[in-house]
């Protein structure tokens, strides 16, 4: 028994032929949609097909690299809690107190903080936060820092 394929091709009102996963809307601008590796949807938009695969292009240059699909919504906390299941070769207090300190003094506001809006003056800002309105000790931030900052900002710029 032979099994025999038909495929169709989805072509845009300029009669060329789109990818899997592009569509074009009825105003003429252009739609990639795609799942990640958990089953979440996403999708871009672009005016035109070319800036559309550029992107895409984009998007595949991110999952291959391994970068989250959901970047522009991703937390400090969330790339903290990330770090947490994978940081390996720290004493036992060290990392307690690395903890400690993210626990206590970043998570509950500024952790909330999305990692694409962020600026180093948002992070100066924060340390003058923690000296001026909540009196915390020079040293104490110094141990904030080096959470944040070796741990975590230096990866995002």
Known sequence: MTIIRII???KDNKNRVLKEGEYQRSSGTYEFKWRDKRGGRHSISAVTLEELREKELDVLRDVLDGVRADKNNLTINDLYNS???LK????????SNYKYMYTM???PDFGKSRLVDLKRSDV???YNYLADERNIQVN???????VLHSKL?????
């Not at 104490?140 to 080096?146: G, K, L, R």
């Open 83 to 85: 770090w947490v299941q």
């Open 140 to 146: 104490t931030i110094d141990s904030i820092h080096t």
């Open 153 to 157: 900002i230096s990866q995002i710029f």
């Open 105 to 107: 003094f970043v998570e």
């Open 88 to 95: 390996r070769g720290l004493k036992d207090n060290t990392f």
């Open 8 to 10: 169709i091709s989805t």
């Open 124 to 126: 100066r800002g924060f």
